[in-house]
């Protein structure tokens, strides 16, 4: 079966920095887009970011353009979420999710359990 690990969270001041990273298994990683979602309290969840098989092609979320940067590692099976410049409305649980196509088409399958991030001021 599919499992996705999200690691990397924490506390940090607003302006800070965090990356986060999400390890696949029980896919060909490189087979699947990926993507970035955030679930703040009381809020639905939220798309932050997705990726492309090979990374050539990536989309953000207007409220994080600018300051995060999504990226993967093929080789080590791993997507990675760098978020910089911090804000307090960062806050939220952060999972990552597989895409059924190779390019993001919203057709999301397997869901990791989430890293929570929070940034204070």
């Known amino acids: 079966q599919v499992q996705l690990v999200e690691s990397g969270g924490g506390l940090v001041q607003a302006g800070g920095s965090l990356r986060l990273s999400c390890t696949a298994s029980?896919?060909?990683?490189?087979?699947?887009?990926m993507g970035w979602f955030r679930q703040a309290p009381g809020k639905a969840r939220e798309g932050v970011s997705c990726?492309?098989?090979?990374?050539?092609?990536?989309a953000y979320a207007d409220s994080v353009k600018g300051r995060f940067t999504i990226s993967r590692d093929n080789a080590k099976n791993t997507l990675f979420l760098q978020m910089n410049v911090l804000k307090p409305e960062d806050t939220a649980m952060y999972y990552c999710?597989?895409?059924?196509?190779?390019?993001?088409?919203?057709?999301?399958?397997?869901w990791g359990q989430g890293t929570l991030v929070t940034v204070s001021s």
């Open positions: 999710a597989v895409d059924r196509e190779t390019h993001c088409s919203g057709s999301w399958g397997a």
């Open positions: 029980g896919l060909t990683f490189d087979d699947f887009a």
């Open positions: 990726i492309s098989w090979n990374g050539g092609s990536t």
